[in-house]
């Protein structure tokens, strides 16, 4: 009966550490598996990629703050012509007869 007793504790004992070493081994794992996450995010060069939009989108802004001036001058240029255009008749006819 007593070796009954020792087989019975000695498969309990047993049982137990199983189950600790496969929590154990679960645990590993799951480290594993955000540890590749990581990994797999570096690899496909999601935070570089977003470094270089992130300057390239600066660089574009800067730029256009740059020449945003003259783009003004452009379009208040193109009016003024707009206007003398449609005025050069009505002028050309007003000196014409006053000479």
């Known amino acids: 009966m007593n070796r009954l007793r020792e087989k019975v504790a000695s498969l309990e004992t ?27 995010k570096d690899l496909t060069l999601e935070k570089p990629l977003g470094q270089t939009k992130e300057m390239l989108w600066a660089n574009i802004i800067d730029s256009v703050n740059d020449i945003w001036p003259s783009i003004q001058v452009i ?25």
């Open 14 to 40: 047993d049982y137990k550490l199983a189950k600790l070493k496969q929590k154990e081994e679960a645990q590993k794992a799951q480290t594993m598996s955000e540890r590749i996450k990581v990994l797999e």
């Open 75 to 99: 379009f208040l240029t193109n009016r003024i012509n707009k206007y003398s255009y449609r005025s050069y008749p009505e002028i050309k006819g007003g000196v014409g007869r006053q000479a």
